[in-house]
């Protein structure tokens, strides 16, 4: 049948799609699923590549890559997933084009102790940046981690994050606020290791 109620499928949670599009191959399940993340994916690809044009244009390559790779591969965590398929995108396509990508705030919270990269080093050097934050993230107590992600990675506002977590938006803004003051401590000890 070519028509499809629309409105029942969006009902169902991520996991329920994947296994829908597994069982019946129909591309519809994943039409929905990355319809959900398509403002994730863009806004991704909008904050490295810093065009609108290319940004549509490597969404469309995402979208393509999720359909294969879903042909291919065992994918449960979509949203971490796209992420990171995103992030790698934007590398990729900045190192081809020669271009050097810059990150003036990192998941716009403001690290003074992460290392000075000017605009003439190479993106690999900028990748380890980002590994680097992305494993002292980790490092975070959960309630601090949970706030830091979802705000800064997901971009939703305090009251989001409170709806999400169940905390209330001073336990919001206060693990924000020392998650923040960690990922420092924690960066500023990935340097002090680093020069020794």
């Given at each position: 049948?070519?028509?499809?109620?629309?409105?029942?499928?969006?009902?169902?949670?991520?996991?329920?799609?994947?296994?829908?599009y597994r069982q019946?191959?129909?591309?519809?399940?994943?039409?929905?699923?990355?319809e959900r993340y398509f403002h994730l994916v863009f806004g991704v690809c909008l904050k490295y590549l810093k065009n609108e044009y290319e940004s549509n244009e490597a969404v469309l390559a995402i979208y393509e890559r999720l359909?294969?790779?879903?042909e291919e591969k065992e994918i449960d965590n979509i949203n971490a997933w796209l992420y990171v398929v995103t992030r790698n995108y934007c590398f990729t396509y900045l190192?081809?084009?020669g271009r050097a990508l810059k990150r003036e705030n990192e998941y716009e919270v403001e690290i003074k102790s992460a290392p000075e990269v000017d605009d003439s080093e190479d993106?690999?050097?900028?990748?380890?940046?980002?590994?680097k934050l992305e494993q002292a993230i980790e490092k975070l107590k959960s309630e601090q981690k949970q706030c830091i992600v979802l705000f800064y990675i997901k971009q939703y506002c305090y009251k989001e994050v409170s709806e999400q977590t169940g905390f209330s938006m001073n336990e919001v803004k206060s693990h924000i606020q020392n998650g923040k003051r960690n990922l420092k401590m924690?960066?500023?000890?990935?340097?002090?290791f680093a020069t020794r």
């Open positions: 049948m070519f028509f499809f109620n629309r409105k029942n499928i969006k009902k169902l949670d991520d996991h329920e799609l994947i296994e829908k019946s191959g129909s591309s519809k399940y994943l039409e929905v699923l990355f359909l294969k790779d879903f190192r081809t084009k993106i690999e050097v900028k990748e380890k940046q980002l590994t924690i960066l500023s000890q990935y340097n002090e």
